[in-house]
């Protein structure tokens, strides 16, 4: 079974840093891309980060540009955001998801076919 279990969630302070991990199993998706996605309440879900390999094909939301980087393991089947200067807006439960086909890191989120649970992540003013 496919499975995509999220880690590194927790509460900050504005300024302030997380990283969070995402394993795969079940398949590997060395060579489809894996990203995350973030939903606040009220809010539809929405792009975070993205990328197809350990190569360096990535690709931002607009607001993550800059403070957040992906990146991935796949020697570990891992993906990983590491997030910086966290602000209030940045709150919202983190999606980690995979594609087992897409061969470059789309923001639509219907492109990708597996999604974990989700961590929740807290930024204080």
């Known amino acids: 079974q496919v499975q995509l279990v999220e880690s590194g969630g927790g509460s900050v302070q504005a300024g302030g840093s997380l990283r969070l991990s995402c394993v795969a199993s079940?398949?590997?998706?060395?060579?489809?891309?894996m990203g995350w996605f973030r939903q606040a309440p009220g809010n539809e879900r929405e792009f975070v980060a993205a990328?197809?390999?350990?190569?360096?094909?990535?690709n931002y939301a607009a607001s993550t540009k800059g403070r957040f980087t992906i990146s991935r393991d796949n020697a570990k089947n891992t993906v990983s955001l590491q997030m910086n200067s966290l602000q209030p807006e940045d709150t919202a439960v983190y999606y980690c998801?995979?594609?087992?086909?897409?061969?470059?890191?789309?923001?639509?989120?219907?492109?990708?076919?597996?999604w974990g649970q989700g961590t929740q992540v807290t930024v204080a003013s």
């Open positions: 998801a995979a594609s087992y086909w897409l061969p470059m890191p789309a923001p639509q989120k219907t492109l990708y076919n597996y």
């Open positions: 990328i197809v390999s350990s190569g360096g094909n990535t």
């Open positions: 079940g398949r590997t998706f060395t060579n489809s891309a």
